[in-house]
C-alpha cells in the first residue's frame, strides 16, 4: 500500500503594482541564479507569520527597492504551483510615494507601460496578473 503524497505547502507572496505618475508600472528582472532566472517579475515578496499583506508589500518593496508605497485596492489573487512549491499571490495595485527605485535584491529595473508588459519573459504564473491588470486598465483584449 502506497502512502498518500504529502500535501505542498502554501506559501503566500504580497505583490505590488507599483505606478509612477505617467502611468508606469515598475518590473525588476531576477537574478540569474535561481528559480526563474532573469524573468521580469512584480516587485514583492513573502509574508511572515502574523503580517497583514499589505504590511508585507510595504516592507518587500523598503527591503528590495529601496522605495515606499501606499498600498491600495487588491486586484488579484492567485494560486500556481512550482515545482514542490505552492504559492498563493495576493496582487495589489500601488502608489509609488518616494524613494528612488533601486535593484537591491535584482538584476534591473523598469518603468513600462502596461500595454509593453508582453515585451518582457515573465514566469508563467505572471501572466494571469497581467491579463487582470489590463483588464482593469480597459486595456484587455476581450
Same mark, same amino acid.
Given at each position: 500500500?502506497?502512502?498518500?503524497?504529502?500535501?505542498?505547502?502554501?506559501?503566500? *507572496?504580497?505583490?505590488?503594482?507599483?505606478?509612477? =505618475? =505617467?502611468?508606469?508600472?515598475? *518590473?525588476?528582472? &531576477?537574478?540569474?541564479?535561481?528559480?526563474?532566472?532573469?524573468?521580469? !517579475?512584480?516587485?514583492?515578496?513573502?509574508?511572515? @507569520?502574523? !503580517?497583514?499583506?499589505?504590511?508585507?508589500?510595504?516592507?518587500?518593496? &523598503?527591503? !528590495?527597492? %529601496? *522605495? !515606499?508605497?501606499?498600498?491600495?485596492?487588491?486586484?488579484?489573487?492567485?494560486?500556481?504551483?512550482?515545482?514542490?512549491?505552492?504559492?498563493?499571490?495576493?496582487?495589489?495595485?500601488?502608489?509609488?510615494?518616494?524613494?528612488?527605485?533601486? @535593484?537591491?535584491?535584482?538584476? $534591473?529595473? &523598469?518603468?513600462?507601460? @502596461?500595454? $509593453?508588459?508582453?515585451?518582457?519573459?515573465? @514566469? %508563467?504564473?505572471?501572466? &494571469?496578473?497581467? =491579463?487582470?491588470?489590463?483588464?482593469? $486598465?480597459?486595456?484587455?483584449?476581450?
Amino acid at each position: 500500500m502506497t502512502q498518500a503524497a504529502k500535501p505542498l505547502a502554501q506559501q503566500v *507572496i504580497g505583490v505590488g503594482l507599483v505606478f509612477n =505618475a =505617467a502611468g508606469k508600472v515598475l *518590473i525588476d528582472q &531576477r537574478l540569474e541564479e535561481g528559480l526563474l532566472g532573469g524573468l521580469w !517579475e512584480f516587485p514583492g515578496g513573502k509574508q511572515e @507569520p502574523g !503580517e497583514a499583506i499589505v504590511d508585507t508589500i510595504r516592507r518587500e518593496l &523598503r527591503e !528590495e527597492l %529601496a *522605495i !515606499e508605497v501606499e498600498v491600495g485596492e487588491q486586484l488579484i489573487a492567485l494560486e500556481h504551483t512550482y515545482g514542490p512549491k505552492r504559492l498563493r499571490f495576493l496582487v495589489h495595485l500601488c502608489r509609488w510615494l518616494s524613494g528612488e527605485p533601486q @535593484p537591491l535584491a535584482s538584476q $534591473q529595473l &523598469r518603468w513600462v507601460l @502596461p500595454g $509593453q508588459l508582453g515585451d518582457y519573459p515573465f @514566469p %508563467a504564473a505572471n501572466a &494571469r496578473i497581467i =491579463a487582470a491588470l489590463l483588464d482593469h $486598465q480597459g486595456l484587455g483584449g476581450n
